[in-house]
């Protein structure tokens, strides 16, 4: 399956299960989460040779659609640094992405959930090796605890792929793993 394939298979499903699940009326889908996470970007050391892996933070709102669904904007930075270059040359690397993030939770057990994931983002490079932006994919899971009825922390572990061609013909793919504080709001 290429990238366009999945794009358009991802822009078909999203909304259908959005109505499907906004077809489930009840308290949730009036509310509102903002997201603060840090965590850790292990990046392909193939596709962007030289590129250390690094921590990363990234920032999120969403929105809940129902009680086993939600839509996130997220952006995250991955710090990173290239290594062998020559004394004097900025290493610094930066791997910046911005993504619409949809959730799909399992009930909760004992204050936890589960969820599983699907990402559609804009990956943006800036380093001394590449200045672009890409397309990027991405799934995973997690799983989530409620504290109180508006504080939650969230684990989270994913699979990203992008369309950076630094080395033509390659592509990347990184595992992020966050963790981090939500605060949920609305009625």
Known sequence: MNYRQLLLAVLLLVPGVIIAQTAEQDQWDEYWEASI?????????GARPGVDDGPLLALSISRFFSRNFSLSFEIERIFSDTAGLP???DDNFELNTAS????FYT?????????GLVAIGLTDHSGVIAESSNLSFAF???????WTDRFSSRLQLL????????????????????TGLNYRWGN
Do not use: C, K
Request: charged share 25%.
């Open 140 to 146: 995973g899971g997690g799983v989530r605890y409620q």
């Open 87 to 89: 004394p004097g040359v």
């Open 37 to 45: 996470h840090t965590g850790y970007g292990f990046l392909d050391d």
């Open 107 to 115: 009930p909760e057990h004992s204050g936890f959930r589960g969820f």
């Open 100 to 103: 619409l993030m949809g959730r």
């Open 159 to 178: 699979y990203r792929r992008d369309t950076d061609t630094i080395i033509p013909g390659n592509r990347a793919a990184d595992i992020v793993l966050t």
